[in-house]
């Protein structure tokens, strides 16, 4: 990416359509209601040849008191500072008004650029908004119509010459998942594999819970900055956002998330919006950290969470937030652990982290589970390990003889990780049954010491290559009858 511009304006002129139309998705949430936007929210942009990141914020508010509104203004002229442009974005239709002048001379005074838009102005109803433009002194004004994608070209002829100036900046990729391996894996290529976080590629995270959890808190500790809103109101944080950073000398890319409630209590469209828009960031992560309040923890919504990043295949970290309130510790700690235990048996061995978001407690802890949980991850077995494994595994409990014909598993090797993926090939895959292949996941968990991390275990049938094996041919002619009608 060659800069990063940042989409300001007031409350419902569009930020949220523009920031979907240069993206080419619709990432951010767009209502008609005003202040659906809360947070900072990056995401990569195309506008013909050019590839930048564009920034949409919350809408600039004439509030500077610690109230919702005045910080939401403050995470906006954070966003001004960070951005090489700031693309200020007023209505056509309104017009120029009181709070739009108040704001173009704070960016006169922040931005280090600034290019003046006006959204909406398609026919004639946006041309008088267009020409009182000119008068909040910002050099020539672009009239746009995100919802139509009409002026984005007048928007390139003024961003192409600013690109040249500045440096390409690289690209946050999406995670690498199930990568394939190759089935003779040996001991000196599963040793050498490195996996760890670097510049280039950074550990993806995504923070996820239920509204008021925290998520937000613990966010801006491992950032060590405030950049998302945090407050006593539940459900703040209504978009999936993510930050590029680095934790304990680890590089992040973190994603903070919508709190996700019960279904039946997501009645708001924008709510609706914001629970699917944390769904995805799942499946941007890397490692997932499951937040609970140790008030209320494990709740069902807290489970169908821990579950929905399971079956993704991510690493799973559960961390239990606002620890510094608990008085008896100990007796809650051994609660936890038997929960935990009982209510998700899928991720038997995962790390269960306690932490104050607010105080920085057991940060460190944290950070080494997290470290931990991408590692086994990212683990490989192999085959020779992984046949005498199995081999162990049939002679301790041989497989079940259904019809009295016993089910043989002959080989075994590990074909993916991130999360780590075996195929066995066996006779009869279809009759093995499921307490079988638990018995088989919880072995490869426990002897390869795979603690918490989804294991997937796919069985294959073992035949022969004969084509014709499925079809029966009496005598010869039949045969040669068959071959000359397929050669013609």
Known sequence: MSFTLAIVGRPNVGKSTLFNRLVGRKLALVDDQPGVTRDLREGEARLFDLRFTVIDTAGLEEVTDDSLQGRMRRLTERAVDMADVSLFLIDGRVGVTPSDRTFADILRRRGKQVILGVNKAEGRAGEAGVAEAWALGLGEPVAISAEHGEGLDDLYRLLRPLAE????????DAPEVDQDLPEDLSEDEAAAADHRPTAKRPLQIAVIGRPNAGKSTLVNRILGQDRMLTGPEAGITRDAISVRADWMGTPIRIWDTAGMRKKARVVEKL???SVADGLRAVRFAEVVVVLLDVEIPFEQQDLRIADFAE???????????????EGEKQEKLAE???MFDRLLPQLRGAPLVTISAKTGRGMDRLHAAILRAHQVWNARVPTARLNSWLSAMTEAHPPPAPGGHRIKLRYITQAKTRPPGFVIKCSRPDELPDSYRRYLVNGLRDHFDLPGTPIRLFLRGQGDENPFRERKFHTPGRLRKHLEKKKD
Do not use: H, I, P, Q
């Open 271 to 273: 709510e609706k919006l």
């Open 336 to 338: 936890l652990k038997e």
């Open 165 to 172: 100036d500045f440096a390409e900046r690289a690209a946050a």
């Open 311 to 325: 079956t993704e295949g991510r690493a799973v970290v559960v961390a239990v937030n606002k620890w510094d309130l």
